[in-house]
T-cell receptor, first 114, second 114 residues
Framework: GAGVSQTPSNKVTEKGKYVELRCDPISGHTALYWYRQSLGQGPEFLIYFQGTGAADDSGLPNDRFFAVRPEGSVSTLKIQRTERGDSAVYLC????????????FGPGTRLTVL | KNQVEQSPQSLIILEGKNCTLQ??????????LRWYKQDTGRGPVSLTIMTFSENTKSNGRYTATLDADTKQSSLHITASQLSDSASYICVVPNYGGSQGNLIFGKGTKLSVKP
């Protein structure tokens, strides 16, 4: 079956612009996660959805970052007024039920803010 | 502060040889520890998940050990193959966070040479 997919695979934008990153989880997975990975670092937790609701958004760095999952499947990470420091690979993962399950990661979206 | 420290930072071995990667963590209380493999440009892939009551777990040529008393884990790779070249990341839940809020180490970059 299909794994986690993320679009676009690469996104280049200018400082101050708005971007949306999309994640399609494995069908039927109720838990969805967003992480950010900078070069040479491990992934950094951003937000965790259980169904449609954000169970934990404590990792979002500031109010420029927002994520939604309106129907409990596809999720969109939204970044307003992008800054150069936002440049990173944004990873999405899903798991069948909860955070204690194995997380299955997508290939990531590489965001570059010029 | 919850931390995950991994060593060595990088490692080069010859094909067919064994190696052991180390992980020290400080999070307390502790529920589970995970090892992931991340190929360059790809999302992490789960290798093992161990609860605090397990002290060893195998997945093919990968064997993870856990000492919850000393807060140390190791990942042993036997009969290495060229395809084992990747970063290996140790992961623990963030105490005080949700089940999906994970702390990733920086990883050990393994290079297997012919």
């Amino acid at each position: 079956g299909a794994g986690v997919s993320q679009t676009p695979s690469n996104k280049v934008t200018e400082k101050g612009k708005y971007v949306e990153l999309r994640c399609d989880p494995i069908s039927g997975h109720t838990a969805l996660y967003w992480y950010r990975q900078s070069l040479g670092q491990g992934p950094e937790f951003l937000i965790y959805f259980q169904g449609t609701g954000a169970a934990d958004d404590s990792g979002l760095p500031n109010d420029r970052f927002f994520a939604v999952r309106p129907e409990g499947s596809v999720s969109t990470l939204k970044i307003q007024r992008t800054e150069r420091g936002d440049s990173a690979v944004y990873l999405c993962a899903s798991s069948p039920f909860s955070g204690t399950d194995t997380q299955y990661f997508g290939p990531g979206t590489r965001l570059t803010v010029l | 502060k919850n931390q995950v420290e991994q060593s060595p930072q990088s490692l080069i071995i010859l094909e067919g040889k064994n190696c052991t990667l180390q992980c020290n963590y400080t999070v307390s209380p502790f529920s589970n520890l995970r090892w992931y493999k991340q190929d360059t440009g790809r999302g992490p892939v789960s290798l093992t998940i161990m609860t605090f009551s397990e002290n060893t777990k195998s997945n093919g040529r990968y064997t993870a050990t856990l000492d919850a008393d000393t807060k140390q884990s190791s990942l042993h790779i036997t009969a290495s193959q060229l395809s084992d070249s990747a970063s290996y990341i140790c992961v623990v839940p963030n105490y005080g966070g949700s089940q999906g809020n994970l702390i990733f180490g920086k990883g050990t970059k393994l290079s297997v040479k012919p």
